[in-house]
């Protein structure tokens, strides 16, 4: 496993290589994305926390997933094509990775090694929706579903882990990240 977030080689949603490391001093927030989901209305959401606090060092960071029920089953150009129509989405975009089970990236591995457990919850209708279908993580390390977030600090530390139905304009989002960009 890499020694930071930073070193782990990911590729943007156009198909070029990068790293995080074009993120270093800033706040990130990274969050499994996916098109056909019912929390798909969070890039809303997103797009304005990107656009309220990028001035301030926030960088939201979507990494497409098609990992929980088949819900981003497009390619790079269809999802990229998407977000930027649907939702007027700016913020960075990467090419669609694994989150979870044995071809998980790098990247989610780091992120959850640092952070193993959900620092904030939803409501817990999700994963009683989950539980219900037989469709919950087989552990609470586990990605639990599309838009979970990680809050990685100035420093590439993982500072919180937030559950996918904790929506961008939370009172609790919003105040992990502007704790963070105090930092």
């Given at each position: 496993m890499a020694g930071t977030v930073y070193d782990i080689p990911v590729k943007k949603i156009d198909g070029s290589d990068a790293t995080l490391r074009d993120y270093a001093g800033?706040?990130?927030?990274?969050?499994?994305?996916?098109?056909?989901?019912?929390?798909?209305?969070?890039?809303?959401?997103?797009?304005?926390?990107?656009?309220?606090?990028?001035?301030?060092?926030?960088?939201?960071?979507?990494?497409?997933?098609?990992?929980?029920?088949?819900?981003?089953?497009?390619?790079?150009?269809?999802?990229?094509?998407?977000?930027?129509?649907?939702?007027?989405?700016?913020?960075?975009?990467?090419?669609?990775?694994?989150?979870?089970?044995?071809?998980?990236?790098?990247?989610?591995?780091?992120?959850?090694?640092?952070r193993p457990s959900r620092d904030v919850s939803g409501d817990g209708n999700l994963k009683k929706i989950l539980d219900s279908k037989g469709l919950a993580a087989p552990t609470e390390q586990d990605v639990m579903w599309n838009f979970e977030k990680f809050l990685v600090d100035r420093s590439g530390k993982v500072v919180a882990r937030i559950a996918p139905d904790v929506a961008p304009d939370s009172s609790e989002l919003i105040s992990r990240v502007e704790s963070a960009l105090a930092s």
């Amino acid at each position: 496993m890499a020694g930071t977030v930073y070193d782990i080689p990911v590729k943007k949603i156009d198909g070029s290589d990068a790293t995080l490391r074009d993120y270093a001093g800033k706040v990130m927030l990274i969050v499994n994305v996916a098109s056909k989901c019912g929390l798909t209305k969070q890039y809303e959401g997103l797009e304005k926390l990107h656009e309220d606090y990028a001035a301030k060092g926030l960088a939201v960071l979507g990494f497409p997933a098609n990992d929980f029920a088949g819900q981003e089953p497009g390619t790079e150009a269809e999802i990229a094509d998407f977000c930027s129509a649907t939702y007027g989405v700016k913020f960075p975009m990467f090419s669609k990775i694994t989150v979870k089970g044995d071809g998980k990236h790098a990247l989610y591995k780091q992120l959850i090694s640092e952070r193993p457990s959900r620092d904030v919850s939803g409501d817990g209708n999700l994963k009683k929706i989950l539980d219900s279908k037989g469709l919950a993580a087989p552990t609470e390390q586990d990605v639990m579903w599309n838009f979970e977030k990680f809050l990685v600090d100035r420093s590439g530390k993982v500072v919180a882990r937030i559950a996918p139905d904790v929506a961008p304009d939370s009172s609790e989002l919003i105040s992990r990240v502007e704790s963070a960009l105090a930092s």
